[in-house]
């Protein structure tokens, strides 16, 4: 079956902290992995990632895929209180294009 | 640009009522998507439209879900009867082609 495996499932830092966010995937058929930020509504669209060891950049947020090694990682630095969310992770897999979340990780940055 | 819009964004029925969630995606996109967050749970796929058509509807949990999408704009996903295991929030998504998928608020479903 395919899972999507995030780690940790909670984080709680201090203003200025670096942060890393673990995903981890097995699924067929994969096509791309997809971050995002979910605060108390809509999870908002962060990053995509389709090719391996390519890093995307936005700001103080980075991301990375490995495709041998099946995961990804988010690395957040400089965290701001606004930066508190859940941080998900969901691949894209199929011809249909449907996304297979992850728990999330939930990060709280303390003033 | 306006983003994905749904309604209610709470809904408080009782265990054998009828619910239906509406979603409008945003403009000129094809497609639609619906998911689902029951407690404690991830986000689960339950189907996908392109245009009016379904395309995938492999994550619809039983036949008392029913999604429609006339005319290819709004969705609806009605629930009927609902039962206390369909409380969660209901999310859906739209999306052009191949870009990421653009994720409206969410509706809560509460059965009692």
């Known amino acids: 079956e395919d899972k999507v495996v995030q780690s940790p499932l909670s984080l709680v830092v201090h203003e200025g902290d670096t942060v890393t966010l673990n995903c981890s995937y097995e699924v067929t058929n994969f096509r791309s992995l997809l971050w995002y930020k979910q605060e108390k509504k809509a999870p908002t669209f962060l990053f995509m990632l389709t090719s391996s060891g390519i890093e995307k950049k936005s700001g103080r947020l980075s991301s990375i895929l490995d495709k041998k090694e099946l995961f990804s990682i988010l690395n957040i630095t400089a965290t701001q209180t606004g930066d508190s969310a859940v941080y998900l992770c969901?691949?894209?897999?199929?011809?249909?294009?449907?996304?297979?979340f992850g728990s999330g990780t939930q990060l709280t940055v303390l003033p | 640009e306006a983003g994905v819009t749904q309604f209610p964004s709470h809904s408080v029925i009782e265990k054998g009522q009828t619910v239906t969630l509406r979603c409008d995606p945003i403009?000129?996109?094809?497609?639609l998507y619906w998911y689902r967050r029951v407690m404690g749970k991830e986000i689960k796929f339950l189907l996908h439209?392109?245009?009016?058509?379904?395309?995938?509807e492999s994550g619809m949990p039983n036949n008392r879900f029913l999604a429609e999408r006339t005319g290819g704009t709004y969705s609806t996903l009605k629930v009927q009867p609902a039962e206390l295991e369909d409380s969660g929030v209901y999310f859906c998504?739209?999306?052009?082609?191949?870009?990421?998928?653009?994720f409206g608020n969410g509706t809560r479903l509460t059965v009692t």
């Open positions: 969901a691949v894209v897999r199929g011809s249909a294009r449907q996304l297979t």
């Open positions: 439209f392109v245009k009016e058509s379904k395309q995938d």
């Open positions: 403009s000129g996109h094809d497609n």
């Open positions: 998504a739209s999306s052009a082609g191949a870009s990421p998928l653009h």
